[in-house]
C-alpha cells in the first residue's frame, strides 16, 4: 500500500542549487510530488517542526541552520515512500554518507552532520505529524477538510 512521506530540501540544498538533480532523483525512483511549498521557517515554526530534539544540545544549532534560509518542502508518496526515502538520502552525517554510501542524496549534496542538505521522516508516525504540520489536509477533490 501506498506511503506518505515529508522530505525537506535544507537551506545549503537551495543555495546550492541541488534541487533539480533532488526532484530528479525523486521522480526517477518511482515517487510522486503531491505537494510542495518553499518556505522561509521562523524560529517558532522551526521549533515546533523538530520538538522531539528541542532537548539536545545540538538544537540552537539546529533551529539556526534550519532558519538560515528558505527550505522546500514536499509531500512525496510511493510503496513504502517512509523508508525508501530514507535509503534515498543515506546517512544522517553527510561525511560519513560520503564514504558509506557515495551515491545517496546527501552524500552527493551534503557537508556534514548538521549541513546535510535533506531531512526526511523517521518513521509512518512521524511523516502523518510532519505532513499535517506544513500541510492542511485535502480530500480527493483537492478541497480542505477540517480533520
Ligand atoms: P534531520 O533528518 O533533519 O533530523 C534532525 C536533524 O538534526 C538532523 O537531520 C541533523 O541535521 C541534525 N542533527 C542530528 N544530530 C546532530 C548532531 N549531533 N549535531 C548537529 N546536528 C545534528
Known amino acids: ?34 505537494n510542495q511549498i518553499t518556505l522561509q521557517l521562523d524560529q517558532d515554526t522551526a521549533k515546533g517542526f523538530y520538538a522531539e530534539h528541542s532537548s539536545r544540545t545540538f538544537f540552537p544549532n539546529l533551529i539556526n541552520y534550519i532558519t538560515s534560509g528558505p527550505v522546500l518542502i514536499m509531500v512525496l508518496e510511493k510503496v513504502n515512500a517512509v ?16 564514504v558509506t554510501h557515495p551515491h545517496s542524496i546527501r552524500a552527493m549534496c551534503g557537508v556534514n552532520l548538521e549541513r546535510n542538505c535533506v531531512h526526511g521522516s523517521d518513521s509512518i508516525k512521524s511523516a502523518a505529524r510532519e505532513i499535517s504540520f506544513f500541510f492542511k489536509k485535502t480530500n480527493s477533490a483537492g478541497e480542505n477538510v477540517s480533520e
Open 1 to 34: 500500500t501506498k506511503e506518505r512521506t515529508l522530505a525537506m530540501i535544507k537551506p545549503d540544498g537551495l543555495v546550492g542549487n541541488h534541487t533539480n538533480f533532488i526532484q530528479n532523483t525523486i521522480l526517477a525512483s518511482g515517487f510522486t510530488i503531491l
Open 83 to 98: 523508508s525508501d526515502w530514507r535509503s534515498l538520502i543515506g546517512p544522517t552525517d553527510a561525511s560519513k554518507a560520503k
